[in-house]
Structures are given as structure tokens and as C-alpha cells.
């Protein structure tokens, strides 16, 4: 019987050690994960309809690496069309591609 108690106890330290090890993969596993570039596009041009509306929107699916200063990062490009006094006038914009943080925002002339 002192070996099925062992083997009970061995068992079950296996199996909290495999749980907790799926736990903190998981966690790591969704730290590593990128947000979704229509997410990007839906908090931006939540930004911009707060001030009124836009005519169009668009954002690349492709992320490119980039750098600024020591910080190396991937991005994601966008935009935005909108009226402003009855002419159209459009917003590129580059965000990081983790945290959907808009890093640069241009006014383009048409």
C-alpha cells in the first residue's frame, strides 16, 4: 500500500507542475502576440471620429520592423480620409504593432 501512496503523490505533483506550466505558457504565448491590425484600426479611427467624420480608412496587414533610438519594434501602416472644410485631407499613420500605439501621425496634402 506504500506504493500506491507514492505513486498518488507523484501523480499528483505531476499533474500541478504540467497545469502550472500550461498557465504560465499561456500567459508568455499571448505576451508574444501582436494585436490584431483591425483592432489598430478600430481605436484610431475611434480617435478621429471623436472630433467628426470620416470619409474612409485603410491599414496594412504586413508588419515591418523598424527602430527608434534603442528601441526596435514592428509597425503597422495606415490611414485615414476625412472632410476638413469641404476638401478631403487624409492621415497616414505607423503604430507599433504589439500595442497598437500610434507612433506617428502625417497630414497628407492632396
Do not use: C
Amino acid at each position: 500500500m506504500g506504493r500506491a501512496k507514492e505513486f498518488g503523490q507523484g501523480l499528483a505533483v505531476g499533474a500541478l507542475m504540467g497545469f502550472a506550466g500550461g498557465v504560465v505558457g499561456t500567459y508568455w504565448f499571448h505576451k508574444q502576440q501582436n494585436m490584431s491590425p483591425d483592432d489598430i484600426l478600430t481605436q484610431v479611427k475611434k480617435a478621429f471620429l471623436a472630433e467628426g467624420p470620416i470619409e474612409g480608412s485603410w491599414i496594412s496587414f504586413e508588419t515591418k520592423p523598424m527602430r527608434k533610438f534603442a528601441i526596435k519594434m514592428n509597425g503597422v501602416e495606415g490611414g485615414i480620409t476625412r472632410l476638413e472644410d469641404g476638401k478631403l485631407v487624409s492621415y497616414e499613420f505607423l503604430a507599433d504593432a504589439k500595442t497598437g500605439a500610434v507612433l506617428t501621425i502625417d497630414r497628407l496634402t492632396v
